[in-house]
């Protein structure tokens, strides 16, 4: 299982905040594309939920592409870091048990870009779940499997 560090990737200078939005950022280990794969993708969006769920972020939008997500969230009672060792984690594990593999999923750290109070949080989740559209996986959104927003 990954370790654990609670604010060491945020960028000098950055600390997280409760009530504020994030939009999250991560890629896989030598980027490699596990989530072409629809079923392994789903374990991870179960974490996403179950992250929502638990009350630990305000989900606002996601979206998993083959190999990286994005996320925007609410930060509601636990750090960044907390969070995302969460989420790495558990999907490590629910991944590699599903693939019968023990390689590691997750490349370390992780980007994140507080949203200033003004910034228009719809357009930052249509610009996010558009990303299977620019990277050319689809043409349409909704013809592509492993995205939401609580807006759409």
């Known amino acids: 299982m990954p370790r654990c560090y609670t604010n060491s990737f945020l960028l000098k200078g950055r600390y997280c905040e409760t009530g504020r939005v994030y939009l999250l950022t991560t890629v896989t280990d030598q980027r490699r594309p596990v989530f072409e794969d629809f079923q392994l993708g789903r374990l991870l969006v179960a974490q996403f939920k179950q992250a929502h769920d638990d009350g630990i972020v305000a989900s606002k939008a996601w979206v998993v592409m083959p ?80 995205w939401d927003a609580c807006w759409m």
């Open 67 to 146: 190999d990286h997500f994005h996320w925007l969230v609410e930060l509601n009672n636990k750090s960044l870091g907390e969070l995302m060792c969460r989420i790495k984690s558990r999907s490590s594990v629910s991944v590699n048990n599903a693939s019968q593999s023990c390689s590691r999923l997750w490349q370390k750290g992780y980007h994140e870009r507080a949203l200033r109070r003004e910034d228009d949080l719809k357009a930052t989740a249509r610009y996010l779940v558009q990303n299977p559209i620019r990277a050319g996986l689809t043409t349409r959104i909704g013809d592509y499997p492993l």
